[in-house]
């Protein structure tokens, strides 16, 4: 530690860390553009030039190294004179159009220029003037004129983002920010760009023009979206949302947001928003009052368990749902005398219920994410389905971390991944024990018998060894399980084995929870062993049909593991009952449909994959006559004569469902009690499917908000096959080709990716082009068209 | 002393005399009463009454939304609506101000950075009901193509003192 004094207040800081790092921790503001405490430092803005003792000029507080008994001046004569200078020389170029720039009111420059700059503009030449750009659908650089060169955006998508898709071009008065000719920025995560921006160079485009800053008003919420559970805060104007960005909270999201947290508003304000309750009679729909359409569904109810018995009924529900709408619906089906509830809706595998310790979690703190320095990460379409998750192994990939993979499918990480294995679904769990005995042999160790007898006939190959070598190496590993394996129809013999693995690399074994509630659902009893512990999962009530179906946010057809399976079922059920924000494809099938608000219109909670409850209020009020869905579900409990219905707050219902003290231990991903089968070595001769979930039509709130659709990412789904199997096919890219899958097939365009394993056809679910297919996993027919 | 003053100022009723001699001095000055609406009271070019949008000489209007007068606003009485038109500009689609609540103070005007809402010396103005008194925007650019040759002078009159 060092002393320095800055405007005469002695601090103490590390040695090492800058000037402006020590005016942080004094007190101090010195005025910055470029400089930002998550990027690298550039120095190129000039801002926060402050005077020191015995140095004849100003020095960049940013760039500046502390040294002890150094003495600042950020006020001083010399230094006040150094910044009104660098003011001036910023103005320059720099429109004076801050009334119409979205940025006005909440700018950095017009603060800056406020408290630093003159009066008054001594420059009266031509400014200059840089063309507008397209960079895609979601971020607006109309008024490129306006960018300082502060290059905080290059820097984000070259250290935060992975990928460099900004850049600086050409030399001094010329040097504009773009993209690479005629490319768009597509990461994941650009949209953090925007509030990078201390100008209105790069705005967002859904936004523009909407509001100015001083019109919003400023709520807290939590993300619904992917298991991180980012807060976020919700601006608000004329009772509607009108942007979103990030709350910081060094924990979770640090300060960035992904672009789905982000953008995903404008599904809030879609025009297919369910706002009166419907019935259906005679094929014909109806709107109707709440009271009617209730008392419907209630009546429905009871006639179906009292002639067919309560086993008949059946609720799945998205773990995008609150806490508290997943603890009401479990106790009503519960209280009515049937246990078929489920909220894992894509899992395929469920052989492991009731034999985990826990509810299934990330397995450590989101931010120890960065302390690790060894990645097993297993079946994950990490970037996608996780990009803040990812962005943190990134960082720890940075500072030394290795990264290994076990896929079926080979996307750009964005990062160096030291070893992976990317085979055919069917073959990871093999790859996985040729891992375990690698690791066995390396540390020497004496695994249990059972497991022993299971992986003795492997043969190690070279990419397993060495996955198993660099985890060995590792002094804080961490073994972690995506979507894909969650979903995999091995997958609880996936989870034993890297339990294994974890356990024998003294790594941390966690699971990347899929959506914002996936551990919530655990925890609020939304799975059928909890109770009695009789109940029919996901798969089953469809694999069996029933008679009536509740469905809390569910669009059968995107969000089902099997959607044909899914769909058929729905079709011969006598009753069908869709809570949804939405009008979507259930007025098919469904017979009543009830208007829920989604998570800015209710209160409720998320747990996310840490396992961290966080309560949020409703920030709008909900549209039209949807009501908050714990409300809706309390009013059925009092219908159906469930006892134990007597809510008044939705923070009742949660202090119910939600021990808090006991928390903590209920999260545990230890399964006993499943043995280890490997597959045999049989060799299929058809395709495997392969189905990534797209970031952008993951949830149902997602797959209305326009700006997103327009995106690379929500492009409609091809066919992706390796080039020897186009070969084979005798088929080129882009023709279409028809696919088939149990009993549907469906006409789709080919695309070739060599990084995936042959045998392999990736086919995206959660689209409706594909939701007459069937399962995710499974084998697929390709035919030419 | 005092007092014996007061009682002769009393009995020779020197405040009244006092009164009339103002009322008589008053009677015989020249007349300020305006015979409206024959006759009208002169203005200055800062007269602050009906208020106009301008359009600039090619037709365009003024303004572009940047809602500043509707912030500095202190009666509320400005509402507006903006929206991207279809050449990329920034334009209102909704420009209201309720003079029934305005107070004419003239801080739209001052506040905006294009000249666009201004007030003009129009005051002989009326409504039948509240709703009569709720501008729009196609009444202020009305109001405003009508009286732009005094509107102009009236602004270049001003301008050296902005």
Known sequence: MIKIEIDGKLVETERGSTVMDAAHKAGVYIPHFCYHKKLSIAANCRMCLVEVEKVPKPLPACATPASDGMKVHTHSELAAKAQKGVMEFLLINHPLDCPICDQGGECQLQDIAVGYGGGVSRYTEEKRVVMSKSVGELISTNEM????????????????????????????????????????????????????????????????????SWELSRRKSVSPHDGLGAPLAIHIKNNKVARVVPVENEDINECWISDKDRFSYEGLNSAQRLTKPMLKQDGKWLEVEWATALEYVANGLHQISGSAGAEQIAALATPHSTLEELYLLQKLLRGMGSGNIDTRTRLSDFSADGKQAGAPWLGMPIAEINQCDRFLI???FLRKDHPLLAQRIRQAVKNGGEANLVHSSDDDLLMPVANKAIVVPSEILNVLAQVLKALAEEKQATLSADVQQAIGKVNVADSARAIAHS??????????????????????????????????SNAKFGYLGEAANSVGAYLADAVPFAGDGHGMNAAEMLAKPRK????????????????????????????????????????????????????????????????????????????????????????????????????????????????????????????????????????????????????????AVVRRAD???????????????????????????????TVKQGDASVSLAVAMDDRLPQGVARVAAGHQATSTLGAMFGTITVERA | MEKIRDFFKTFLLFELLKGMALTGRYMFARKITVQFPEEK???????????????????????????LCEAVCPALAIKIEVAEREDGTRRTTQYDIDLTKCIFCGFCEESCPVDAIVETRIFEYH????????????????????????????????????
């Open chain 1, 378 to 380: 297993v079946g994950s």
């Open chain 1, 707 to 737: 700006s997103l659709q327009k995106t690379h990412d929500a492009a409609s789904p091809c066919i992706i096959l390796h080039g020897n199997e186009l070969q084979k096919l005798g088929v080129q890219c882009g023709d279409l080709v």
């Open chain 1, 145 to 212: 004129t306006r960018c300082i060169q502060c290059t905080r955006c290059v820097r984000f998508g070259q250290e935060i983002a992975g990928v460099m898709e900004l850049g600086m071009a050409n030399r001094s008065e010329h040097s504009e920010i773009m993209s690479f000719v005629n490319s768009t920025v597509d990461s994941e995560l650009s949209g953090n760009m925007i509030d990078l921006c201390p100008v209105g160079a790069l705005t967002s485009k859904p936004f523009r023009y909407t509001a100015r």
């Open chain 1, 548 to 699: 009536a179906y509740l469905l809390l946010n569910v669009e059968p057809e995107l969000d089902m593991h099997d959607a044909q399976q899914a769909m058929s079922a729905m079709r011969s059920a006598d009753m069908v009952v869709a809570l949804s924000a939405y009008k979507h494809h259930a007025t098919e099938y469904a017979d009543v449909l009830l208007p829920i608000a989604p998570f800015t219109e209710t209160s409720g909670t998320f747990i996310n994959t840490e396992g961290r409850a966080q309560s949020f209020k409703g920030a709008v009020k909900p549209l039209g006559e949807a009501r908050p869905a714990w409300k809706v579900l309390r009013v059925l409990g009092n219908l159906m004569d469930v006892s134990g219905f007597d809510y008044d707050s939705s923070e009742a219902v949660r202090d119910e469902a939600l021990d808090t003290a006991q928390m903590a231990s209920k999260l545990n991903n230890h399964i006993s009690g499943v043995p280890l089968q490997l597959n045999s070595a049989a060799t299929v001769a058809d395709l495997q499917r392969v189905s990534d979930v797209p970031i952008y039509y993951a949830d």
């Open chain 1, 471 to 504: 985890l060995a190496d590792g002094k804080h590993a961490a073994v972690l399980l995506g979507n894909f394996a969650q979903q995999h129809p091995q997958a609880s013999q996936i989870s034993v084995i890297c339990e294994q693995i974890a356990f024998l």
């Open chain 2, 127 to 162: 409504g039948e009901n509240r709703s009569d008194l709720y501008y729009t925007k196609p009444m202020l650019l009305a109001i405003g193509d009508k009286n732009e040759t005094q509107i102009a002078k009236d602004r270049a009159a001003d301008a050296k003192y902005r």
């Open chain 2, 41 to 67: 009271t002169p203005q200055g070019f800062r007269f602050r009454g009906l208020h106009a949008q301008r359009r600039y000489a090619n037709g365009e209007e003024r303004c572009i939304g940047c809602k």
